[in-house]
């Protein structure tokens, strides 16, 4: 049976694709500024995506979140910190990564994590088992950068996040031809039927614009859109976005 994921206002894994917007700030004005964008947007997640910060001390991550649940209410918020090495702006060690979402959970400052499966196993387990204590949602997540695995690979990557029990899994590509493209959603509709967690999916960059619009298509639950500054290449806006959804949907 599929599992459902409930956040909030929304159910992810019932068919409904859903929009997330990245905040991509590095101070507490920023943030705001940003936020007070997004809080208009047909959008039902944010993503604030840490590795952007200046400061990742105790004290700036409460007052961040803190000003963003101000201003955007009821809008489901996704903390993630992207490593260097899967696309994001810099490094953290192991230690300090469980360290950074501790903080997030001991205190309940989100709703939702993103975990990289390629962090060891122990580590993501244990930070797991802390976020469903605290009723927080997790998604573990692999991003390639570099290109597109073959299906056979995708699809094993994917069943192998299944196993690691997270409420969602997620897989970014870097596609370098229509057939990537394709090679992704074939991926992604084939373990749909495998496993019991939602999925969120995409090929990235211009070529792979087309895995963002049509991922009711291939069963992936979220779209990452856009409000000014993209946090992966080949975000389309939020609200051009939303049209293209309703049409392909209609």
Request: proline fraction near 4%; charged fraction near 25%.
């Amino acid at each position: 049976m599929k599992k459902l994921v409930c956040v909030r206002n929304i159910v992810l894994g019932d068919g409904t694709v859903h929009i997330c917007v990245p905040v991509v700030a590095s101070d507490i004005e920023e943030i705001q500024r940003q936020c007070g964008l997004i809080k208009h947007l047909p959008c039902e997640l944010v993503e604030i995506r840490m590795d952007f910060f200046t400061s990742l001390e105790e004290a700036n991550l409460w007052e961040a979140f803190y000003r963003i649940r101000d201003i955007l209410l009821d809008k489901a918020l996704l903390a993630t910190f992207r490593s260097l090495e899967e696309g994001g702006s810099k490094p953290l060690s192991d230690e300090a990564y469980e360290r950074l979402y501790t903080v997030l959970i001991e205190h309940h400052l989100c709703d939702m994590i993103d975990l990289e499966a390629s962090r060891p196993l122990h580590l993501t387990d244990v930070l797991q088992q802390k976020a469903e204590k605290q009723g927080i949602h997790t998604i573990l997540s692999s991003h390639d950068f570099q290109g597109t695995a073959p299906r056979e690979m995708l699809i094993a990557r994917l069943l192998q996040m299944a196993e690691r029990k997270a409420d969602i899994v997620k897989l970014a590509v870097m596609p370098h031809t229509e057939e990537d493209v394709f090679c992704l959603m074939d991926a992604v509709r084939c373990v749909h039927a495998k496993i019991s967690q939602p999925v969120i999916a995409m090929a990235m960059g211009d070529i792979g614009r087309r895995s963002r619009i049509e991922a009711a298509s291939f069963n992936s639950c979220v779209t990452f859109a856009c409000a000014e500054k993209t946090s992966a290449p080949g975000q389309i806006p939020c609200a051009e976005m939303r049209c293209l959804l309703d049409e392909h949907i209609g």
